[in-house]
């Protein structure tokens, strides 16, 4: 259904990889119109990885500089792992969208306006000069190829026939948008077409909402073709991923389909207990429609009921989850260290945003780390874990619930608002190789037996038998205050409390022997080795790989588990003369590593609500290696 | 794990519901008599001893659930009907029992206690009211009166008390019953219907704290002013009160109104209890001590509002019947997919 | 600091109390009719601009303070009352409005908007109800009709929902009123009343979010419906509403009845409105639709009970009374002291 | 009044120090007979230290071990640190208590019992196995220097003439116990007496009370002085002490004094919010006293309305102060975070107790360190004090309001159970020496200036101003949103971001630059310091000065300033071959150190509720000092 060129055109530049953007107002349907861009890409085989980039307000006033929404893709014909530092092709529905973005764009790199939209109110709306056009300034069309196109105007045209109103024809100029840029990159308009046949065709059943999405896409595909407006097109071939059945997932997805996937395996129910907080709250809108899986989901009146819930449910059987962000994590606190004393399964989800107090809701930061070692009152140990793409989100999301069983504590998942929201493509596993996970309750008794005792220990893992109520036999109450050790019962004991101290932290270190060693991405000795942990990996593998392409002995190893560390993580570190830690905050991994290895690992931080940006990343790490004076970044 | 369909249950009695450890309230405390009218209660119920669950706060109350022979949370301060639901959730089948304080089910857990009532889930909240807080050696607490001297209110309180009532019919329970824990006859068939109830069970307990707060319930509980200081609710009868029951409540312009019975006004001028009536329940809400006698017994009483427990299961089913057996490979997978060869 | 006794007050108008910063709400959306009126009643009032203290939690509504020239907090989610309190008891001459959202304060925040209620402190809560969580895009609120399909509720909520002004009556709250956002006009009075008053005023508005809730309160705004769904309450005048003011509410057994006009029934067998009379208040709270028209308009209104500030300062005065001058070397030395030399 | 030997006594035995406890039931009495005791041995002009213990319950059941109740004085005519290890008399006035505390007794140690009291009832209800009475028993009466005293006989008998009732009359009982124990100390009665007269005599108008205590108190002196129970009377001389005046203090005390001076030196008023919790809840008891001070106290619904509420009156110009224990840390953690966003003076008193949950509520412990450092989500500062000693808090508690109001900041004040319960003598310093505490508001305009940028900072400090509600020409908004450097304004802008990350962090860290540098107790270098902070400051200082008078280089210090360290710390480390940190938790503060300074700091880390037994701690030391392979504690 591709349109066939009539004339034959001048044969496409072929490129590696293209950082495009698209921006506009919250009511542009940027986000939407890069979902669609990322899905064909991924169709025709490209690697991908997106930053949707969407302000705090639902719909600020349009045309103001908060109401900027904004969503990347890189597309690429071999591996990448970020959605890319600088932006290739820019398409600006707006003038605040333009003035957002300008700065990101390379010199030389594509940028499509709708011009339509660049006129006095809205230029003065975003803040620029009276009679001040950027669009005819000399800076924008020396620097930039700018490709100005009136695009509100053009869709209109193509939509006369249509009667649907003119409000709903105007919001079709993404599509007209998104054809543009398809001719461009020589992509096909098949799997949009489909979309909205789909979405609105049947689903929703406004076929008309379908059609002149379709036309107007079509409509700014012929437009690009006719109007020779680009020097040339470009060509971004597929990437040599393995064979396989592939889909585009985000971080949340996955980590909500991978919470599924676990209950599966270990044959249990989950009772998914949360509060609404950006940038977790798709979790819970996902989960919910799950019903038939076994999974209860609760909106809370708070997040202290919330993990208070997910506790009770625990208690009572089901696998108990609570997911939340930074504020909701401070507010579970008291109740997850309650999860601890009761030695009972919780997962707690934790997707960071840019802190602290409400901070940038919307943005990305690695700051609840240490939060989530210390931040509850008493020693009061969690298994911490963190996934290092959106797609890692599935297996570590299993993992979360695998460790909350095997070892009957709290487990923390620390995703991050840039994995949670960003996308790559997944070659989707078979849930056959995915291993099943054991859970045994005490059968009840049917004669009066043994008294129960809740808190004997497995020799191996210390954990105690989870048995639950309805259970005939195994009445048995936990609580809050100090226990004796294998009766459970209230113990002000002295030698007692510093032996259950002891063996929480013991029981919680011991996780160590289930969890993979740390695996070291390139040689396995040498300079430098860049250690993360978390929502950096794509940056800091990228930036790596080039640096160990340009001859440098760097190697990386990215942290999924954090408390207790792999086992091998002290050789590792021993075996590279400089340790260097990026991450997106002050340095708290930096921290625990300095504290537990005495070595100088030195830290790369920066907090700009987004991920690193690699190059800068590159070029801080050949700083600090070529440095022997070895400072902290600034 | 799901316990419906008895057939036979086993005879049991109060000490098959008592723990091995030691009851360590205050001597006097009146936490003790509620304690032994639940062991007694529970045996009379049709249901098995191991589906049973005690949840509480903190407080000394809230130590309530060690002390009973079932399983047993005791969960962190205000938190209780946060908990309970969670255990509902995961088991609708379980009997679940929320007992704790005034200061816990109403200071800092406000909140989770009107919101179990407002969603109707199926527990029983017993409220141990001694209007202070006891365990931590006597503050006032949300049910204090106004004036109240204590640890951090030298000078008297300043608050105006709560009425937990009110707060009960405001967020729609749909049982709400209050009772004394000196008068355990009574006490027995209210937190027995309160168990039995379908929703959100809610019983204000008039509880003595020996220690910090002796006097406060005295016009309740002594013999000489009860019995114009309170009156029992029964459905279907008048409202009748008074040592010599020759006192009467009547409708007057909308509100309520003590009479004299005698004189022309007769037992067929008062408002004659009715547990169904939630409109009823406002009114009653508003009678407190000394202006009106207050009520106890079961205040409100409504079976057929559907449970927060029952619509999530069905709503299970209907996702179910919707979907078939789930297959995690096709969820996986999701809907849009491309295969690279 | 203190801010009492002014003689002379500028004259002040909507735009003294405007920020330069961009408003962010959706085209649309309730909450610009609610600010302008705001902006608009403020300068009516004899106080002072450095007096007003607007405090909010989180949420969409909760931006307010940000486009109030006045001293303003916009803290973290719930909270707002509890922050106001602070700022009430370091200086009770002035002026504070919290103002957010239904989830903000009902949601996480219950426990603290009740609790404010019942202490009576002196300050306006401008509840903006639009039944959903709006700046988290679109999951249930409390008050958010049972049924209702959300983000999170994919096949309906199933919690009953809580009536704010049921709340209020029930904490004892001594300002309790409803506007709507489309009608500015009352709004304006309402929110003049409620700032007004001496203690905690409370004020349900209903507002239109036009992005996840568009329709919520269309039986209340449209043309068509709002006479019948929705009843003005007017101090002393009987409670009549309809298009064609042809129905009105009357008692029958201490419980409201829609009647029709005529027929033998007159505007005297109505119900007068007091907003004086606290059961009245209780009485309304179980108004709802679509069984009854909604109540708009001042509900209730004590003046007379003391306020939380005025008692803190009262309790301050007594003790300055009773010890005279403080001196700090005296108490720092407390009456147990021994001297070596 | 002291009743005057009729015979000649034989001349008493003269000891250095000795350690005395009270026990018996929650309804003995003893806390306020151990008061007594410790309030005549401070008048005697000894040195003290006392330690309370009580249960977490309120009244057990009579006779229970649940129920038992003690309180432990050490009184000395040298200085000394702690309550101590071992005691020398034990005052059992029943067999719970004689049960429940034996094993801390020294060998041939003094122990009275109140032989009516074990009966059968009794012996059974503490668990003794039938027929058996510890008072018959060989290994009781050959171990120590048992001394039987029927005292409810006595006490009944010396009171046959008030017609008060059995009940008032057995409550005597600790009065008369009291009378031998003072006889036997040779110390003087005047001062309890003193006491009766003053609480019961006049306050409360019940002088039948205050009458039959002092008769049995007299009656157990007599009784002392007659019976030759006692092999001899022991005489502990008066301590040196510099000159002054003196009082008893507990920390709890302290702490509720010293907020009051700092606010009486900073002119400004308090309202310090509060929720009740154990061992925190005596400050807001002591201070609802002072509203003459201008000190406002609100018992709020929880935790987190007392932090807002102290956050709301830090706004409106008050000092918002809040108080809790780590429970309530943890419910606050998220409005603390508010309060460093919108950088407004906030003191956090947190009293620790055991934990994690609910743990063991009237315990002591150190574990919530970490948390109040990292307690909260995003790069969230606080500064960190904690005081040493029952009086230091005064000295600490002004300190933290001075921080609060001079960086504008929240500055937590870490006490804990031993500390807020224990007590100390304290030479009343001059409140005239305390210098004032300055802080400025701008003041009204009188015409319309310049805007006002509430984020403008002082360039030393880099805090803002402190503008106040009811100021003409200074309205401001603050919020938890991320805010514009200078303005205030809500910004997502990446860079402001990263700025102002670090000016928070930097905000707090110039703080160093008015808190004093670290002191070292003995010589400034060697072979080991070991390093401490809080409550533990008196067993780690009488450990060390015992190891050091043996002869060993060992030198102690103790951090009262966390966050920032004193800027002199790294310096000391440096000098001493061995750093040894003694924590009751799992290694707080040596994680911390480790990870700054990269030294291998060995823990003492021991959990019992209590604080460290001096023993103990001089011999791990030693070993830890001995052992060339410093392997960490177990
Ligand atoms: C988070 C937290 N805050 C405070 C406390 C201290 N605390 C324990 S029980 C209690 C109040 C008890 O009062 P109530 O609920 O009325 O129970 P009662 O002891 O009177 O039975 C408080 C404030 C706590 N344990 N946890
Ligand atoms: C502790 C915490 N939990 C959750 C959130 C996320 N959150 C922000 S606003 C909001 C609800 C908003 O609803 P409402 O109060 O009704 O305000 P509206 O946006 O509808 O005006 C939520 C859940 C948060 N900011 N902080
Ligand atoms: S303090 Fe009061 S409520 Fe608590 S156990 Fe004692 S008497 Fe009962
Ligand atoms: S989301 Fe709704 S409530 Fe929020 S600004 Fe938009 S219209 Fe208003
Ligand atoms: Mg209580
Ligand atoms: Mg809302």
Chains 1, 4 share one sequence.
């Not at chain 1, 409000?167 to 398809?182: E, S």
């Not at chain 1, 940056?539 to 392409?549: C, G, K, N, P, Y």
């Not at chain 2, 057939?7 to 008599?33: E, H, I, M």
Request: aromatic share 8%; with cysteine; charged share 20%.
């Amino acid at each position: 259904m591709t349109p066939q060129p009539t004339q034959t055109p001048t044969e496409p530049t072929t490129l590696d990889s293209v950082v495009i953007r698209f921006c506009g107002d919250s009511g542009d349907g940027m986000q939407l119109t890069g979902g669609q861009f990322t899905d064909t890409s991924a169709f025709l085989g490209n690697d991908f990885a997106t930053l949707p980039d969407y302000p705090a307000e639902i719909r600020a006033p349009r045309g103001t500089m908060f109401g900027v929404s904004g969503f990347q893709v890189h597309f690429s014909s071999h591996d990448i792992f970020t959605p890319g530092d600088t932006v290739n092709a820019l398409v600006a529905m707006n003038p605040a969208g333009l003035k957002a973005n300008i700065e990101d764009v390379q010199p030389g790199g594509i940028v499509i306006v709708n011009e339509d939209e660049f006129n006095t109110t809205n230029l003065k709306k975003c803040g620029y000069p009276q009679d001040y056009n950027p669009l005819l300034d000399e800076q924008l069309t020396s620097n930039f190829t700018l490709v100005c196109v009136p695009m509100s105007r053009l869709t209109r045209e193509a939509l006369t026939e249509s009667d649907i109103g003119a409000k709903a024809v105007d919001r079709c100029r993404n599509m007209f948008a998104l054809g543009i840029v398809y001719w461009l990159y020589e992509r096909p308009i098949e799997s949009s077409v489909r979309y909205f046949e789909e979405v609105f065709g049947k689903a929703k059943s406004k076929p008309e909402i379908a059609e002149i999405n379709i036309n107007a896409l079509k409509a700014g595909y012929y437009f690009g073709e006719t109007a020779e407006l680009f020097p040339s097109r470009y060509r971004v071939l597929p990437a040599t991923h393995p064979p396989g059945l592939y889909r585009r997932i985000s971080g949340n997805k996955a980590t909500e389909l991978g919470l599924v996937a676990a209950a599966q395996k270990a044959n249990k129910k989950i009772v998914y207990a949360s509060y609404p907080i950006t940038p977790a709250s798709d979790i819970i809108h996902g989960l919910s429609h799950l019903k038939h899986f076994g999974v209860k989901t609760f909106q809370a009146e708070d997040e202290i009921a919330a993990v208070c819930a997910a506790i009770g449910a625990s208690f009572a059987g089901d696998i108990g989850i609570t997911g939340t962000s930074g504020p909701g994590v401070a507010l579970k606190s008291e109740a997850m260290g309650l999860a601890v004393m009761l030695e009972l399964p919780l997962v707690v989800v934790s997707v960071q945003r840019a802190g602290p107090a409400t901070g940038m809701p919307t943005k990305t930061e690695q700051a609840d780390l240490l939060q989530s070692f210390f931040g509850r009152p008493g020693e009061s140990p969690c298994i911490v874990i963190a996934p290092c793409s959106p797609s890692d989100c599935f297996m570590m999301a299993i993992e979360a619930v695998r460790l909350a069983l095997l070892h009957m504590c709290p487990v923390i998942f620390m995703s991050d608002a840039y994995l949670a929201n960003g996308a790559e493509p997944w070659l989707i596993p078979d849930m056959n190789d995915i291993p099943p996970i054991e859970v045994t309750h005490p059968a009840p008794l049917t004669s009066p037996g043994e008294d129960f005792l809740p808190y004997k220990r497995d020799l191996e893992t210390l954990t105690r038998e989870w048995a639950i109520p309805g259970t005939a036999g195994y009445e048995h109450r936990v609580g809050g205050l100090e226990k004796q050790a294998e009766t459970g019962n209230v113990s002000y004991d002295p030698d007692n409390h510093h032996e259950m101290v002891r063996i929480r932290e013991e029981k919680v270190a011991r996780a160590v022997k289930t969890i993979p060693p740390l695996e070291v991405r390139g040689p396995d000795s040498g300079d430098a080795l860049v250690l993360g942990w978390g929502g950096t990996f794509g940056s800091i593998t990228t930036a790596v790989d080039q640096l160990r392409a340009e001859g440098r002995s760097v190697s990386s190893a990215h942290l999924r588990y954090i408390n207790p560390f792999p086992s091998n993580l002290g050789e590792v570190l021993s075996r590279f003369k400089t340790v260097i830690i990026p991450e997106i905050n002050l340095g708290q991994l930096r921290m625990l590593i300095r504290a537990r290895f005495l070595i100088d690992a030195i830290g790369i931080n920066v907090m700009r609500g987004r991920p690193f940006n690699v190059e800068y990343l590159t070029q801080r790490i050949s700083e600090i290696m070529d440095d022997s004076s070895k400072g902290q970044d600034r | 794990m799901t316990c419906a369909n008895h057939t036979s249950l086993p005879v049991l009695n109060a000490k098959d519901f008592t723990t091995d450890q030691d009851v360590r309230w205050c001597p006097g405390c009146g936490d003790y008599a509620i304690l032994t009218c639940v062991r007694k209660v529970l045996p009379k119920l049709p249901f098995r001893k191991e589906d049973f669950v005690f949840v509480s706060g903190i407080g000394c109350a809230a130590r309530f659930p060690y002390y009973m022979d079932t399983f047993g949370v005791h969960s962190i301060h205000g938190r209780a009907p946060a908990v309970a639901t969670g255990v509902k959730l995961a088991n609708p089948d379980l009997h679940v029992v929320v007992v704790s304080g005034d200061g816990d089910l109403l200071s800092i857990g406000g909140n989770h206690t009107m919101h179990a009532m407002r969603r109707n889930l199926d527990f029983t909240i017993l409220l141990l009211n001694n209007k202070i807080y006891g365990l931590t050696k006597g503050q006032y607490s949300p049910t204090s009166e106004f004036g109240k001297v204590t640890a951090t209110t030298p000078f008297g309180s300043i608050d105006y008390p709560i009425n937990p009532i009110s707060l009960a019919v405001a967020c729609g329970c749909t049982f709400i019953a209050r009772s004394i824990d000196i008068d355990m006859k009574h006490l027995s068939v209210v937190i027995q219907r309160a168990i039995e109830h379908k929703g959100t069970s809610f019983v204000e307990i008039y509880q003595d704290c020996n220690i910090f707060n002796h006097q406060a319930w005295f016009y309740a509980s002594q013999k000489d002013t009860k019995a114009d200081a309170t009156i029992f609710l029964e459905h279907g009868k008048p409202l009748i009160f008074g040592k010599d029951r020759d006192k009467g409540i009547r409708f007057h312009q909308g509100k309520m109104e003590i009479v004299e019975l005698g004189n022309g006004v007769t037992e067929s001028d008062l408002i004659v209890h009715d547990e169904t009536d939630h409109s009823l329940a406002f009114l009653y809400a508003q009678m407190s001590h000394p202006q009106f006698p207050e009520p106890l017994g079961i205040i409100h009483a409504n079976p057929d509002k559907p449970t927060y427990d029952t619509l999530v299961q069905k709503q299970i089913k209907a996702s179910f019947e919707r979907h078939g057996e789930p297959d995690l490979q096709t969820l996986i997978n999701g809907n849009d997919t491309w295969e690279i060869k």
